[in-house]
Protein backbone atom coordinates (compact mmCIF):
# COMPACT_ATOMS: atom_id res chain seq x y z
CA UNK A 1 0.00 0.00 0.00
CA UNK A 2 3.12 2.40 0.76
CA UNK A 3 4.23 2.11 -2.54
CA UNK A 4 0.78 3.07 -4.26
CA UNK A 5 1.14 5.85 -2.34
CA UNK A 6 4.58 7.32 -3.73
CA UNK A 7 3.61 6.30 -7.02
CA UNK A 8 0.20 8.35 -6.51
CA UNK A 9 2.32 11.31 -4.99
CA UNK A 10 4.98 10.77 -8.16
CA UNK A 11 2.23 10.62 -10.45
CA UNK A 12 0.85 14.22 -8.73
CA UNK A 13 3.61 16.16 -8.70
CA UNK A 14 4.81 15.56 -12.07
CA UNK A 15 1.26 16.29 -13.62
CA UNK A 16 1.07 13.21 -15.26
CA UNK A 17 -2.60 12.57 -13.45
CA UNK A 18 -3.72 15.93 -16.10
CA UNK A 19 -2.00 14.23 -19.19
CA UNK A 20 -3.49 10.68 -18.58
CA UNK A 21 -6.73 12.20 -18.02
CA UNK A 22 -6.45 14.54 -20.93
CA UNK A 23 -5.75 11.79 -22.95
CA UNK A 24 -8.88 9.36 -21.93
CA UNK A 25 -10.55 12.98 -22.67
CA UNK A 26 -9.32 13.17 -26.24
CA UNK A 27 -9.43 9.35 -26.99
CA UNK A 28 -12.67 9.55 -26.37
CA UNK A 29 -14.20 12.97 -28.45
CA UNK A 30 -11.34 11.55 -30.97
CA UNK A 31 -13.67 7.51 -31.20
CA UNK A 32 -16.79 10.14 -31.15
CA UNK A 33 -15.78 11.82 -33.85
CA UNK A 34 -14.21 9.28 -36.14
CA UNK A 35 -17.38 7.97 -37.90
CA UNK A 36 -18.94 11.25 -38.57
CA UNK A 37 -16.25 11.96 -40.96
CA UNK A 38 -14.94 8.15 -41.87
CA UNK A 39 -16.97 5.50 -43.95
CA UNK A 40 -14.86 3.12 -43.17
CA UNK A 41 -15.31 3.16 -39.40
CA UNK A 42 -18.77 3.39 -38.94
CA UNK A 43 -19.11 2.65 -35.06
CA UNK A 44 -17.62 3.88 -31.64
CA UNK A 45 -16.33 0.43 -31.11
CA UNK A 46 -14.72 0.52 -34.39
CA UNK A 47 -13.25 4.01 -34.16
CA UNK A 48 -11.65 3.13 -30.11
CA UNK A 49 -9.98 0.18 -31.91
CA UNK A 50 -8.56 2.27 -34.71
CA UNK A 51 -7.01 4.82 -32.59
CA UNK A 52 -5.87 2.21 -29.83
CA UNK A 53 -4.03 0.09 -32.87
CA UNK A 54 -2.89 3.89 -34.12
CA UNK A 55 -1.00 5.21 -31.09
CA UNK A 56 0.19 2.06 -29.85
CA UNK A 57 1.80 1.56 -33.86
CA UNK A 58 0.55 -2.10 -34.00
CA UNK A 59 -1.58 -0.65 -37.17
CA UNK A 60 -3.19 -3.83 -38.19
CA UNK A 61 -5.10 -1.96 -41.15
CA UNK A 62 -8.40 -3.09 -40.26
CA UNK A 63 -9.99 0.09 -40.27
CA UNK A 64 -7.80 3.61 -42.29
CA UNK A 65 -8.70 6.78 -42.41
CA UNK A 66 -9.40 8.36 -45.73
CA UNK A 67 -10.75 11.36 -45.04
CA UNK A 68 -8.48 14.47 -43.89
CA UNK A 69 -10.22 14.98 -40.74
CA UNK A 70 -9.92 11.44 -40.27
CA UNK A 71 -6.13 11.48 -40.73
CA UNK A 72 -5.54 14.33 -38.76
CA UNK A 73 -7.55 12.82 -35.71
CA UNK A 74 -5.48 10.24 -35.89
CA UNK A 75 -2.29 12.41 -36.05
CA UNK A 76 -3.22 13.94 -33.28
CA UNK A 77 -4.14 11.05 -30.89
CA UNK A 78 -1.42 9.09 -32.25
CA UNK A 79 1.31 12.19 -30.87
CA UNK A 80 -0.34 12.42 -27.66
CA UNK A 81 -0.88 8.34 -27.16
CA UNK A 82 3.19 8.94 -28.00
CA UNK A 83 3.68 12.16 -25.50
CA UNK A 84 2.04 9.48 -22.75
CA UNK A 85 3.92 6.73 -23.12
CA UNK A 86 6.96 8.66 -22.47
CA UNK A 87 5.28 10.11 -19.55
CA UNK A 88 4.56 6.64 -18.16
CA UNK A 89 7.65 5.56 -18.46
CA UNK A 90 9.50 9.10 -17.02
CA UNK A 91 7.06 8.50 -14.14
CA UNK A 92 7.82 4.20 -13.62
CA UNK A 93 11.46 5.60 -13.49
CA UNK A 94 10.89 7.96 -10.89
CA UNK A 95 8.43 5.92 -8.63
CA UNK A 96 11.52 3.06 -8.79
CA UNK A 97 14.19 5.85 -7.79
CA UNK A 98 12.09 6.42 -5.26
CA UNK A 99 11.52 3.60 -3.78
CA UNK A 100 15.40 2.60 -4.01
CA UNK A 101 16.07 5.74 -2.75
CA UNK A 102 14.17 5.11 0.69
CA UNK A 103 15.19 1.53 0.59
CA UNK A 104 18.81 2.39 0.86
CA UNK A 105 17.48 5.21 3.80
CA UNK A 106 16.32 2.49 5.75
CA UNK A 107 19.14 0.51 5.08
CA UNK A 108 21.85 3.07 6.19
CA UNK A 109 19.08 3.92 9.01
CA UNK A 110 19.62 0.66 10.74
CA UNK A 111 22.79 0.40 9.87
CA UNK A 112 23.40 3.38 12.46
CA UNK A 113 21.58 1.78 14.79
CA UNK A 114 23.49 -1.41 14.96
CA UNK A 115 26.44 0.89 15.07
CA UNK A 116 25.29 2.87 18.20
CA UNK A 117 25.07 -0.89 19.98
CA UNK A 118 27.91 -1.53 18.80
CA UNK A 119 29.15 -2.78 22.87
CA UNK A 120 25.84 -4.79 22.95
CA UNK A 121 26.24 -6.84 20.00
CA UNK A 122 27.89 -10.31 19.80
CA UNK A 123 30.71 -11.62 18.25
CA UNK A 124 28.46 -13.54 15.23
CA UNK A 125 26.61 -10.08 14.65
CA UNK A 126 29.97 -8.23 14.98
CA UNK A 127 31.16 -10.24 12.08
CA UNK A 128 27.98 -10.12 10.02
CA UNK A 129 28.38 -6.01 10.27
CA UNK A 130 32.18 -6.41 9.39
CA UNK A 131 31.08 -8.35 6.44
CA UNK A 132 28.11 -5.95 5.43
CA UNK A 133 30.75 -2.97 6.23
CA UNK A 134 33.13 -4.81 3.87
CA UNK A 135 30.45 -5.39 1.08
CA UNK A 136 29.18 -1.88 0.80
CA UNK A 137 32.89 -0.58 0.56
CA UNK A 138 33.28 -2.59 -2.02
CA UNK A 139 30.14 -1.48 -4.33
CA UNK A 140 31.43 2.08 -3.52
Given amino acids: MKRLHVLWNIIRITGADVVFYGFLAVYVAAALLLPLFEPGIPRFGDALWYLFVSFTTIGFGDFVAVT ?29 NTLMRTRSKESLRDFVSELERLPDLSREQLADLARRVRERHLLE
Fill in 68 to 96: VVGRLITVAVALYGILVVALATGVIVGFY
